[in-house]
């Protein structure tokens, strides 16, 4: 089963990934989206993107 997730989420996502303090199981809550869906956005983006460079996710996993 896949789950489509907006647009506008996955922004939410990645905004609130980049704001220090905030943790995944944060996300989760304010998102309502399980944390598996979370972690796999996340990890798709981190690859996508090679962000290794500015380490803006690495730290998160």
């Keep these: 089963m896949?789950?489509?997730?907006s647009e506008?989420?996955?922004q939410t996502?990645?905004?609130l990934i980049s704001e220090p303090g905030v943790e995944i199981e944060?996300?989760?809550k304010k998102v309502n989206?399980?944390?598996?869906?979370?972690?796999?956005?996340?990890?798709?983006e981190y690859t996508r993107n090679d962000l290794d460079?500015?380490?803006?996710?690495c730290c998160r996993f």
Excluded: N
């Design 33 to 44: 989206l399980d944390r598996d869906t979370v972690m796999k956005i996340l990890s798709d």
């Design 2 to 5: 896949s789950l489509e997730v």
């Design 53 to 57: 460079q500015g380490r803006r996710l």
């Design 8 to 10: 506008e989420i996955k």
């Design 26 to 28: 944060d996300i989760v």
């Design 13 to 15: 996502i990645f905004r």
